[in-house]
């Protein structure tokens, strides 16, 4: 019974982190459609959130690494993933809160990695898993979607190069309504399988599903639309980071950079890579930019970026090992992650009433 | 770095590689041909040069229908699994 209201809170705990997920990355498929004036705002929000509920329903290649892969699902109980999310959840909320667009996967993936490292010991997590199924994706996928969307801009100008700017302009506003769709689907199959797995993983500890299995049907729904719901909410502050202030574009480079970014985490989450879709959307849109004009990236924000990248599996692996702890504090019972949850709930309730008295805030990336 | 070869799967990586670039690459410049067909074939009918300005708006259409034949393939692959 106790451990049924674990995984009760762990559910609830892992929708809640899906729609975090949605909301932080919003600006990641919306940013170069409203940039560059292809779709109003609100209209390209709502679409997204549409495209990304399809999209989760695409694959589970994703879902089946996060569950299976990285850490050992035999060691894992409710409460380690518990620690786990909300050790993503906490960096997410950090680096929303600064405008920084870190990667929502690898916050994830170091909060449970974290967790079980401090639970069951180095036997937990599966280090091959985290290096081939994680590490090294995360370097390739950013560096990728730049070289393919440089090469893409740089072959896109040769070729309407010497047309009137009106009719390329008007021709690639049109295109970026499918490259932006596409992203959003991409988006979504990458980051919803992430909840889903996690899901996994808790029913597995509970004895509810068998270990190796596919994620039950309502998993995937619950999933598709939470992070519809986060998408739909959207998270302003981001977008304007990524949109405006990365790097000025015209809407053949956000064709580019969209198309590029959509290529690249399809291909990934076939391959069952979770990797994290701001990273290579981040990537296309400087690949983009930096074909044109090397100065036409503002590299002080992408310097930031960077940065949030690298501190990411640390810091939330770090946030989910200490929340671990605290729960352990209470036993292993239900008590301690409820403690969590009330706890972690109140300081967000905090923030938010921090942030709305204070108004529009500057953020660090603009600070910087 | 024997075990670092044995721990990545790097032929599941290079097929992303290899994969994203032709997508990538291969789509974006199909879409500027159509956009630059579409443009010509506005030009040649002002010009009144109906014959190019059919084979141009062929180009456009073709070039328009292969973007989009090559986003649905994208879409269809994810959804079978290997």
Redo the contacts between chains.
Sequence with gaps: MDSDLVLIIVVVTALAFDFTNGFHDTANVVATSISTRAMAPRIAVAYAAVLNFVGAF????VAATIASGIVEADLINEQIVFGGLMGAIGWNLITWYFGLPSSSSHALIGGVVGSAFVAEGPDAVI??GL??KVA??AL?APV??F???G???T??YR??GG??PG??TR??KA?QI?SGG?LA?AHG?NDAQKTMGIIALALVANGQLEAGSDPPTWVVVSAAAAIALGTYMGGWRIIKTMGSRIIKMDS?QG??AQ??G???I????????PLSTTHTISGGVMGAGAAKRLSAVRWGVAGNIIVAWVVTIPAAALIGAATYGITRIFGTGAVGPLVVSIAAIAVIALVFARRLQQGSVISAAEGA | MTLFAEVVDWGAVLEVIWVSLLAGVGVTAIFSIGILAAARTGDQQKGGQGGAATAYAVLALLAFAAVAAAMVFGVVVMTQKD
């Design positions: 695409l694959s589970l290649a280090g091959s290096v081939g090294v994706p390739v990728l979607a070289l393919v969307a090469l893409a801009i072959l896109v070729i309407v047309l009137r009719s390329v021709g690639f295109g499918l596409l689907l199959t053949a064709f580019a198309g590029s959509a290529a690249v399809l291909a990934a989450s076939h391959g069952g890579f």
